[in-house]
């Protein structure tokens, strides 16, 4: 990304840009920053900025991507982490501009501007364009694009800049101290910008990241429940760098074999051993970020710290860990291609038990180092211990299950790459059946319940024999359905199903009545995500619906076995029927988007109906079209030919069109990337 004059729907804006912006190209010039500090120290100094003495200005214009900010009278200062000048500070009038360039996502920012913020909204053919006043900004950048400043003649506006500060320290979705960092060792050259803004009540951040999320991102922020540190942001732009928003992100770090050894406390307590082997993709790298927990707020503040980081050689690796992310500092930069391995050692109090119950998950989220998504492609060794009487699940077969002393052990490993693990452990009692050299393993809570562990073990052989003759064999030499002390839903890590009581429990009671309601679709439906969810990844939030669509659609083929032809019509009315109540305001691909902070549950509802309803129905259409062998055969192909990959939307078309001899991409810009509903 560089600076340009972008075009502009507000004439007092496009004029001053178009003038100054001309003028200040001419006469700027920076000196390549090349760095030799550590990545701690350049972190802590981002931490703990300072701000120079203040200059009157006029028309300051600053131009990236797609913002645009018109600083038009006011105070500006220069903002300093360490010796180096790497922001300003301006409070005063002015005017912010965003223009969209991917008309992909117009209708969810429309939305989203109108539920989240006071900005205007102007619409030019494809382009959304958003505008506002600019009443203050704290602009982040590197010094190739810093706009020059006139010598300072007033104080430093101290007070003001310390205010600022306090408004948007709870932003976690790209501090300075994280996003600056590795650009400045590895890659000087790349322009990154961070702009905080307030505009009239709203509160807004512009990032561009090129390095890390390789995104370019507009969003708001508002305040959380209690049950968080952080501000929530709402995405109102958001376009990827360097490619188009429908094409596969190559990772530049690839995440290929996380092994760690976990050891729980009786309480809540943890610490973990964790080697991950890595290989930078595109170039030598020396600086590498993850996501990793830091802090979080659930019924207290918890708290992940890294004890240690060790190479290979034993030696000491630099690293910064805050917001829940993590920068670490090779002694030397690893070649492209070859892969090395990281040792960390890594403790807090995670292991929260919901409601005071007696048992506690460890989930997708970074409990372990994380590189960006499409990196996270790894095997797995896994050595779990828990004090007794708990008993702990994790993904894969097992290789060990025992005790040591107090506690229970248990060891497993996945052979095939995976996005993501989980762990859960807790007061089971479980039984064990095995078929075709399939074992399912199933876990009553609380106490012993052979009727459902026997009921729901057959129940997942019959079902795991019904997908295997056209998804292909179950994916998995082992099965861990765990139940959990709530009702109402259920989740397929690989390997593992979490579902509710209801399933466990004959109906008695008014809640289990009403959850047990299609118990069986559910059940089919996580079964389904051992295909469409860990042999076949998305490739991103937009393509969530190849999990979530597509496990739904071959549940569908579950109950039309059980309840014939009218349970399959029944189940895709409700699909047409709730989809029809969120299709205008965004389309499947960019449902994951959708947030309204007034009412957050309803959001999510209107995100249900899109990437499980809407996207069910637009997959029954298609079946209608090709009819039922070339849609089957559609559907095999996909496990036959992205067997453990990530995919995007874009190469399953391809596939169907290279199957059928059909163009699609109509029917996909319609109703898939577009708002229309299928007839």
């Given at each position: 990304?560089?600076l340009?004059?972008?075009?502009?729907?507000?004439?007092?804006l496009?004029?001053f840009v178009?003038?100054?912006?001309?003028?200040?190209l001419?006469?700027?010039s920076?000196a390549?920053?090349?760095?030799e500090l550590?990545?701690?120290?350049?972190a802590?100094?981002?931490?703990?900025p300072?701000?120079?003495?203040?200059s009157?200005?006029?028309?300051?214009?600053?131009?990236?991507?797609g913002?645009?900010?018109l600083?038009a009278?006011?105070?500006?200062?220069p903002v300093?982490?360490?010796d180096?000048?790497?922001g300003?500070f301006?409070?005063g009038?002015?005017?912010?501009?965003?223009?969209?360039?991917?008309?992909?996502?117009?209708?969810?920012?429309?939305f989203n501007i109108?539920?989240a913020?006071?900005?205007?909204v102007e619409?030019?053919?494809?382009?959304l364009s958003?505008?506002?006043?600019?009443d203050?900004?704290l602009l982040w950048?590197?010094?190739?694009v810093?706009?020059?400043?006139?010598?300072?003649?007033?104080?430093?506006p101290?007070?003001?800049?310390?205010?600022?500060?306090?408004?948007?320290?709870?932003?976690w979705?790209?501090p300075p101290s994280?996003?600056?960092v590795q650009p400045?060792i590895?890659?000087?050259e790349?322009?990154?910008?961070?702009?905080?803004m307030?505009?009239?009540?709203?509160q807004l951040?512009y990032v561009?990241?090129?390095?890390f999320?390789?995104?370019?991102?507009?969003?708001?922020?508002h305040?959380r429940?209690?049950?968080?540190?952080?501000l929530r942001?709402?995405?109102?732009?958001d376009?990827?760098i360097?490619r188009?928003s429908?094409d596969?992100?190559?990772?530049?770090?690839?995440?290929?074999?996380?092994?760690y050894d976990l050891?729980?406390?009786n309480?809540?307590d943890?610490s973990v051993?964790v080697?991950e082997?890595?290989?930078?993709l595109?170039r030598?790298?020396k600086v590498f970020?993850f996501d990793?927990y830091s802090?979080?707020?659930?019924?207290?503040?918890?708290?992940?710290?890294?004890k240690s980081i060790?190479?290979?050689a034993?030696?000491?690796?630099g690293h910064?860990?805050?917001?829940?992310?993590l920068v670490v500092e090779?002694?030397?930069p690893?070649?492209?291609?070859k892969?090395?391995?990281l040792?960390?050692?890594l403790?807090g109090d995670?292991?929260?038990?919901?409601?005071?119950?007696?048992f506690?998950?460890?989930?997708?989220?970074?409990?372990?180092?994380q590189?960006?998504?499409?990196?996270?492609y790894?095997?797995?060794n896994?050595?779990?211990?828990?004090p007794?009487p708990?008993?702990?699940?994790a993904?894969?077969e097992?290789?060990?299950?025992?005790?040591e002393g107090?506690?229970?052990v248990v060891k497993?490993r996945?052979?095939?790459?995976?996005?993501?693990?989980?762990?859960?452990?807790?007061k089971?009692w479980y039984?064990?059946?095995?078929?075709?050299?399939?074992?399912?393993r199933?876990a009553?809570y609380g106490?012993?319940?052979?009727?459902?562990?026997?009921?729901?073990?057959n129940l997942?052989?019959?079902?795991i024999?019904f997908?295997e003759p056209?998804?292909?064999?179950?994916p998995?030499?082992e099965l861990n359905i765990?139940?959990?002390n709530?009702?109402?839903?259920?989740?397929?890590p690989?390997g593992?199903?979490?579902i509710t009581q209801?399933?466990f429990?004959?109906?008695?009671g008014?809640?289990n009545r009403i959850?047990?309601?299609?118990i069986?679709?559910?059940f089919?439906?996580?079964?389904?995500?051992q295909y469409w969810?860990?042999v076949?990844?998305?490739a991103s939030?937009q393509?969530?619906?190849i999990h979530?669509s597509?496990a739904?659609?071959?549940s569908?083929f579950?109950?039309?076995?059980?309840?014939?032809e009218?349970?399959y019509?029944?189940?895709?009315?409700?699909w047409?029927?709730d989809a029809?109540?969120?299709?205008?305001i965004?389309?499947?691909?960019?449902?994951?988007?959708?947030?309204d902070?007034s009412?957050?549950g309803?959001?999510?509802?209107?995100r249900t109906?899109?990437?499980?309803d809407?996207?069910s129905?637009l997959l029954?259409s298609?079946h209608?079209?090709i009819?039922?062998?070339?849609?089957l055969s559609?559907?095999r192909?996909?496990?036959?030919?992205f067997?453990?990959?990530?995919?995007?939307?874009?190469?399953?078309?391809?596939?169907?069109?290279h199957?059928?001899?059909?163009?699609f991409?109509?029917?996909?810009?319609?109703?898939?990337?577009?708002t229309?509903?299928p007839?």
């Amino acid at each position: 990304p560089v600076l340009k004059t972008p075009v502009l729907k507000t004439p007092v804006l496009k004029t001053f840009v178009s003038i100054f912006l001309a003028a200040f190209l001419q006469g700027s010039s920076f000196a390549m920053y090349a760095s030799e500090l550590s990545v701690a120290t350049i972190a802590e100094n981002y931490e703990h900025p300072s701000v120079g003495p203040g200059s009157q200005v006029q028309n300051l214009v600053f131009a990236t991507g797609g913002l645009s900010l018109l600083m038009a009278s006011g105070t500006a200062a220069p903002v300093l982490v360490g010796d180096e000048v790497a922001g300003i500070f301006f409070e005063g009038q002015g005017q912010l501009l965003y223009d969209s360039r991917d008309p992909l996502e117009t209708a969810v920012s429309r939305f989203n501007i109108g539920k989240a913020t006071k900005l205007g909204v102007e619409a030019d053919g494809d382009q959304l364009s958003a505008t506002g006043s600019l009443d203050r900004v704290l602009l982040w950048c590197t010094p190739d694009v810093l706009p020059p400043l006139p010598p300072g003649d007033s104080p430093a506006p101290q007070e003001s800049f310390e205010r600022h500060r306090k408004t948007f320290e709870n932003d976690w979705l790209a501090p300075p101290s994280l996003l600056f960092v590795q650009p400045k060792i590895d890659l000087p050259e790349t322009t990154v910008v961070r702009a905080e803004m307030v505009s009239g009540k709203d509160q807004l951040a512009y990032v561009m990241d090129p390095v890390f999320r390789r995104s370019e991102t507009l969003y708001s922020l508002h305040k959380r429940q209690a049950i968080s540190l952080t501000l929530r942001p709402v995405i109102l732009f958001d376009q990827p760098i360097g490619r188009a928003s429908t094409d596969f992100e190559d990772p530049t770090v690839l995440m290929s074999d996380l092994t760690y050894d976990l050891t729980a406390s009786n309480k809540e307590d943890l610490s973990v051993a964790v080697t991950e082997t890595l290989t930078p993709l595109s170039r030598d790298q020396k600086v590498f970020r993850f996501d990793l927990y830091s802090d979080l707020l659930i019924r207290k503040h918890r708290h992940y710290r890294v004890k240690s980081i060790k190479d290979d050689a034993g030696r000491s690796v630099g690293h910064f860990h805050r917001y829940n992310g993590l920068v670490v500092e090779l002694p030397e930069p690893a070649p492209a291609g070859k892969s090395f391995r990281l040792h960390f050692e890594l403790e807090g109090d995670l292991l929260f038990r919901p409601g005071g119950d007696n048992f506690w998950q460890l989930g997708f989220g970074p409990w372990f180092p994380q590189p960006s998504f499409t990196g996270r492609y790894f095997t797995v060794n896994s050595t779990v211990r828990v004090p007794k009487p708990f008993t702990a699940f994790a993904p894969g077969e097992t290789v060990f299950r025992g005790e040591e002393g107090d506690y229970n052990v248990v060891k497993n490993r996945i052979q095939n790459p995976v996005w993501g693990t989980v762990l859960h452990a807790g007061k089971y009692w479980y039984e064990e059946a095995t078929q075709g050299g399939i074992t399912v393993r199933v876990a009553s809570y609380g106490a012993k319940n052979k009727r459902a562990i026997e009921k729901l073990s057959n129940l997942a052989f019959k079902m795991i024999g019904f997908y295997e003759p056209w998804l292909g064999p179950f994916p998995f030499k082992e099965l861990n359905i765990i139940e959990v002390n709530s009702f109402g839903f259920g989740q397929a890590p690989p390997g593992t199903m979490y579902i509710t009581q209801e399933a466990f429990q004959s109906r008695v009671g008014q809640l289990n009545r009403i959850f047990s309601q299609g118990i069986n679709h559910r059940f089919a439906h996580e079964i389904a995500h051992q295909y469409w969810g860990h042999v076949i990844k998305a490739a991103s939030r937009q393509d969530t619906w190849i999990h979530e669509s597509f496990a739904d659609y071959a549940s569908s083929f579950v109950v039309k076995k059980l309840k014939g032809e009218s349970g399959y019509k029944a189940m895709r009315a409700d699909w047409r029927g709730d989809a029809k109540e969120a299709t205008e305001i965004a389309s499947v691909a960019m449902a994951n988007r959708l947030m309204d902070p007034s009412d957050p549950g309803l959001s999510g509802l209107r995100r249900t109906q899109l990437v499980y309803d809407k996207g069910s129905y637009l997959l029954a259409s298609l079946h209608d079209e090709i009819g039922d062998e070339a849609f089957l055969s559609f559907l095999r192909s996909i496990q036959g030919n992205f067997a453990w990959k990530f995919v995007t939307t874009k190469h399953l078309v391809g596939l169907l069109e290279h199957m059928t001899q059909q163009d699609f991409d109509p029917f996909f810009d319609r109703y898939f990337w577009g708002t229309e509903m299928p007839e």
